[in-house]
């Protein structure tokens, strides 16, 4: 996640875990298959935790706070050349990881649009369908390096203002004074 995947070697990692790079062998055929299996381990984690967070939110504007939170502990560390070397030179790996992103995180976003709307603190007038989607390509947006290249922005920053830009205009009045109210509340957690 650091260094990006391409620059990794199997002998790289293989010291990393303290063992032979013969040893790493014997558990995966090679980097694509390793590449493949950490995507499936990382996603199944991700997965877990955003369900854990849905249980403990106290409503749909707090759960995406708490992912937001979440999900800052890794870009904060992440070279946004991941998801590049992914698709690039890992298909398997993309395909896991796209498989997630358009099965388990379009439904997950669609959830918490649905959660929001009943709650009264997102509009109820969206197209849920359009407003799914687009929230989640926005999700996406932060690893374009042409757009967006690390040398001129963090990916952390970059991702939080979109998210906080996203849910602002999804959000009815009452969502925007709960966005503020939580805001507030994570600004006096930093002092």
Same mark, same amino acid.
């Given at each position: 996640?650091?260094?990006?995947?391409?620059?990794?070697?199997m002998?790289?990692?293989?010291?990393?875990?303290? !063992?032979?790079k013969? *040893?790493? $062998?014997?558990?995966?055929?090679?980097k694509d298959?390793?590449?493949?299996?950490?995507?499936?381990?990382? *996603?199944?984690?991700?997965?877990?935790?955003?369900?854990q967070? @849905?249980?403990? @939110?106290?409503?749909?504007?707090?759960?995406?706070? =708490?992912?937001?939170?979440?999900? !800052?502990e890794?870009?904060?560390n !992440?070279?946004?050349?991941?998801?590049?070397?992914?698709?690039?030179?890992?298909?398997?790996?993309f395909?896991?990881?796209?498989? $997630?992103?358009?099965?388990?995180l379009?439904h997950?976003?669609?959830?918490?649009?649905?959660?929001?709307?009943?709650?009264?603190?997102?509009?109820?007038?969206?197209? =849920?369908?359009?407003?799914s989607r687009f929230?989640?390509?926005?999700?996406?947006?932060?690893?374009?390096?042409?757009?967006?290249?690390p040398?001129?922005?963090?990916?952390?920053? *970059? @991702?939080?203002?979109?998210?906080?830009?996203?849910?602002?205009?999804?959000? *009815? =009045?009452?969502?925007?004074? =709960?966005?503020?109210s939580?805001?507030? @509340?994570?600004?006096n957690?930093l002092?």
């Amino acid at each position: 996640m650091r260094f990006g995947i391409r620059s990794v070697s199997m002998e790289n990692m293989a010291e990393e875990l303290g !063992m032979s790079k013969k *040893t790493l $062998y014997q558990y995966f055929a090679d980097k694509d298959e390793l590449v493949e299996e950490v995507v499936k381990r990382h *996603t199944q984690v991700i997965r877990q935790e955003c369900e854990q967070i @849905a249980l403990e @939110a106290n409503d749909a504007i707090h759960e995406i706070f =708490l992912i937001m939170e979440r999900v !800052m502990e890794d870009f904060r560390n !992440m070279n946004p050349m991941v998801l590049f070397d992914l698709q690039k030179f890992h298909p398997r790996g993309f395909q896991r990881f796209s498989e $997630y992103k358009n099965e388990f995180l379009l439904h997950f976003i669609r959830v918490n649009i649905e959660r929001g709307i009943r709650e009264g603190y997102y509009r109820s007038d969206v197209n =849920l369908e359009i407003i799914s989607r687009f929230r989640l390509e926005s999700m996406m947006i932060p690893f374009n390096i042409s757009l967006f290249p690390p040398t001129q922005f963090n990916m952390a920053e *970059t @991702a939080q203002l979109i998210s906080e830009n996203f849910i602002y205009g999804l959000a *009815t =009045l009452q969502g925007h004074q =709960l966005i503020q109210s939580y805001q507030q @509340a994570k600004k006096n957690n930093l002092s």
